[in-house]
Each structure stands twice: as structure tokens, then as C-alpha cells.
């Protein structure tokens, strides 16, 4: 068949598509189809489009009453019908004198499902969680059912969501693939415990921010963000002539010519005199080390001696992870550079660049957010070559700031992007707001993580907005603390990460919510961790507890309070009902004390009921403790059930993300 044939049989398709919608006389949102869920024990709005001034009766396989209304001048309409106690499948008829029936409905709870990659993080596709195939094909559950919104924004509200699979389907291994895992085993345990059918709402985005999830009223009350909400609303109003793309390259452009490590375009730094630079250990995260809240470019050097005996044949330079892109010069030779925070760095040396004796290495990293620098494991930071020898590069390197984003104009935004304040609130949480909701599981928070002070406000702002928009009360609300990520915190360090899972443990105020921690199952090198299986498990805990009235744990230990006592520090710890212990039986890990001076030190613990004794040889006379704070902690504090404690510290010392907009 012709290319030209088969535009024309799509182009006759479409249109016949397009005149069916003109001549149908009930249209209805995306959340309506065949194979849903409607909300049980509550008065359930269904509503959609009609010919203005007609009446549309409903009814329902479950009673005998009939429901009606007649459309507005603008077509629309809205009915509400009882639902009962969970059950099915049932149909629901809509006619305005033509039928339209929806099949295989069943009443039970619906659970909207939403955050950034790590709730979108699919079983199979890009996620391949743990075990995924035998996950996929286990999948038969028809009491399940899944609705997967699509990604779109908007700088206004919408009234009907775009969604996949033609609406709501039945979960099997063919849906299930590519829906969320944290979702689906989210689900799967709950069902499992109470047989109530189960209606998924997934609407996340990877990379999101969570002003992006939240409405335009709410976000104008925050003075951080009434700013950027009224310009999005003008730039809809009136879009910009430059592509983003344009904005964002000549933005880059202008970093390299404020850079100091170039010169006439030249790069004057890859190969230059380093005595008036500073020294910093690598790997580290530059936040951890001298660099506190910089957003910028920094070039590190570092001289190697190669023994005479040293083959140079096939020589690799691995620098580990970078946050977020490096170019990288061997001898003052450009020998590759990558963009990307979480991709791992090896550069094939071109034959005869390296010499016998002393060569030089240098990287220039660009960093335009959040945490910057060669922050990989040691044991990856190494020049090796086709004999297996090799030579580390952990350790000392030199440094100096090429410029400091601070200095210059900001970075462009994309106006149809999704990283900005309200449009996916607009686009995937709006056109949701009529359907009656059970409650929300959320997870979120690595791309607010370098502003977790401000979090503080704004994720208690977005649950209550939800739940004013939603006009169901304080409907429940469980959210996943960070995992661990990143290099292993191998000495005491401040840390974002840490600011943000207090920024997230302080959300617990608000009622109805519940937070379920995994700091013991993240990945250092993988910000999206595989065991989902477990995420799913433990928010499920929380919901059968305080939703279903089960009669189960669902928490680790809580910090409550402390005392000082001379030399040591007593913590006492809430919800010990199963008992304190470390998980792995050893020693208590993770604990770091400090004295007035703010500095701290790894400290020995010891459990005495449902107390903790922390002391430190090197601390006299203690005033602070700090668990499992840091990017990725080594820790062990979990309940006798294998629940681990939430991260937490004593003091209100300012962090590093304090102040940070």
C-alpha cells in the first residue's frame, strides 16, 4: 500500500471518528469507561456532555432508582448516585434518549496514585523492578483496576484528563507491565487483606517538583512561588517567540563565556598552574566538602605519576558518577564528556596521550541544581588499562571555581514543561477532583531534595490543597520517605537528602497522613531502588491500619525526645510496643553525636527498652544526635517486626538548604 493510500484511509478514518463525537450525545470525562471503579458508601458524581437542555437519566444495576438532570446552556451535567458497600460488577445506563452503557463496574475503594519516577517507575519497560517477569505474569487480579493517565500540562485547569488503554482495565499481565509498581503492590496487599476491589488512579510524571502538583490559589499564598504562578498565567496569555530550546542554549552559552576556565574560547584551565587552587577530597558531593548551596562550574586536577613499567595500551579513565555534566581532559587533551547525574564515567585515552611520569587529569563539571561533583564510590575513580593494572584517583585533587551561577542570569524554564509551579495540577489532578476518592499514596521529593527547608511548607500546602479541592475532608494521605542514595556516608556530613526526609517526617502533623520509610532498601548507584514489591507493602501497612482498622504495626521506632546525661545522651523512642533492635543483630549503626561546636561523631548506642544511650569517646559533653542522616546511611534501628526507624535529629542547627528558593 502507497504511503500517499494509507494518509488518505487515516485522514477518511479521523474524520469519520470526529463526525461519530459531533453526532454523540452523551460525552463523558476519561474517568468513565467500561472495567471501572466507583467510590463505595458514598454519593458517587458521574457527569459529562450533552445537547443543551436535555434531560439525562441514570441507572444503576445496584438499586431501582432512577437519577436525573437536564444539561445547562453549556451542555453540562452532573448527577450523584449512592453507592453501595463494595461488590460487583454491576453497569451503569446513561441515556438522553440514546443508551450508553458502561459494563463490568464495580463499587469498592479508589486510590489516587501520584508523584515523580519513582511512583510512575513501571514493573517491566525502564523499571524492570525485582523478579519482574514472574511480578508480570502473577498479575491476575480482576478486582484490581487500573487507570493511567498520560503526561500533560497546562497553565490552567482542565476538566478531563488523557489517558491510556482507552480508560480503566482489568488487572493482568497485559496492563500491568507498564503501570506503576509501587502502585500495583500497593494495591495487591491491601486486596489481599480485605478483598475490597481496588480502583488505581496513576497520574505521576518522572522528574516533577511538587509545586507542580498544586494549584494556582494555594501556590499564590506562598511568597516563594506567587511570582512564577502569575508569570505562567501571563506567558499562557501571551507565549514567548523563543523556543526554550534557543532560551536554554544561549543560557549555556553565556555560562561558558563567564567561566573563568576558558579564555577567547579557549580552555585555559585544562592544563594549568594550580598552586593558588584549593584541595578537596573525591569523591564528595561538593555540598559535603567546601562548596555549601553552590550551583555552578568547578574544575578539578589532579597529577599522576605512571611507573615505567606501566602498559598504556587500551588505558580507561573511570571517574564514577558526576553530577551533572563533565568535560574531561587528559594532558590538556579533551578525551570525552558526558551529560547526565546519574551516568557512569569511563573515557578511552588515546593511544600515546599518557606518559611515563607525571600527567595531569582534569574535569570540569557544570552543575546547575541540587547536589554537584564526582560523587561515585572510590574504588570506580581509577585509570586502568588492558593488563588490569590500576592506578586510584581517590583522594586529594585540586580546585577552582570556573563561575558561580549565583553571579549570572537564571536559567531558563521550559514554559510547556512540566517543571513548573501548577501545570500538572492543572492538566492530571483537576479533572480528577469530582470522583469520590478513598484517599492518595504519593512519592515524591528527590527534585525538591536542595530545597528542603521549603518543602517544609510547600508539601503540607499541596495535601491540603488536594484536599479542600477534593471537598471529601482530610481524606488519607501516605507518602514514601527518600530512600538511600548515593555514595555511602562514611564520616558524619550534612546533607539535603536528610533535610528533605525531615521535611517529609514533619508533614505527619497534618492529619490522616502517613509516611512509610525505606532507608534500608535504596541503591547507591540507582535513585529509583528495584524493591518495590516492599514500597507497595509498607505504604499498604499504613493504609490497612488507619483506613481499614486493622489491627497491625505499620511504623519503626519513633523518636520522641531526649535527655542529656553527662557523657551520653538518652533518646526515647515512641511506637515500641514489638521492640528496638538492629536488623542485621549487630551493633547499633548510624548514630552521630556532637558537642557545641557542631562537629560530629560516629557514637556507640545501646538499647534499654524502648531508650537508646548514645555516647562518643571524642564528645565530652554532648548537646546533639543525629540517625541515619545523610544521602545514604548506614543504619540498623528497625522494630522487632523489621520496620526501620524514620532518620531524625536533636538539634534545629541550620542546614544546607536553608534559605534556598
Known sequence: MSISKSKSILIIALFLFSSLLVQSKILLPSVFSDNMVLQQKTNAAIWGKATAGKAVKITVSWNKINYGAIADANGNWKIKVATPGYGGPYSITISDGELLVLNNVLIGDVWICSGQSNMEMPLAGWGKILNNEKEIADAKYPNIRLLQAEHVTSSFPLNDAKVTNGGWQECNPKYIAEFSSTAYFFAREVYEKTKIPIGLIHTSWGGTIAEAWTSAESLKKMTDFSAAVDKIQ???????????????????????????GYQAGETKWALAETTNWKSMTLPTLWEDAALKNFDGIVWFTKKVNIPENWKTNGAKLNLGTIDDNDITFVNGVKVGETIGYNVGRTYTIPVNLLKTGENTITVRVFDSGGGGGLYGDAKDLSLTNNTTEKISLAGDWKYKVGVDFKNIETKPYEENGPNRPTVLYNAMIHPYLQFSIKGAIWYQGESNADRAYQYRELFPTMIKDWRQKWGQGDFPFYFVQLANFMQIDHSP?????????????????????????????????DIHPKNKQEVGRRLALIALAKTYGQKINYSGPVYLFNKVEGKQIRLTFGNTENGLKASDGAALTGFAIAGADKKFYWAKASIQGNQIIVSSDQVANPVAVRYAWGNNPLCNLVSNDGLPASPFRTDTWQGLTFAKK
Not at 499562557?236 to 563565556?257: G, H
Not at 539535603?496 to 541503591?523: C, V, Y
Open 493 to 525: 556530613v550534612e546533607s539535603a537528602w536528610a533535610e528533605l526526609r525531615e521535611a517529609q517526617q514533619k508533614t505527619l502533623s497534618l492529619p490522616n497522613t502517613g509516611m512509610a520509610t525505606i532507608i534500608d532498601i535504596g541503591d547507591a548507584k
Open 234 to 260: 501571563k506567558l499562557a496569555k501571551n507565549p514567548s517567540t523563543v523556543s526554550y530550546e534557543e532560551k536554554l542554549q544561549n543560557w549555556v552559552k553565556m555560562t561558558t563565556e563567564k567561566d573563568s
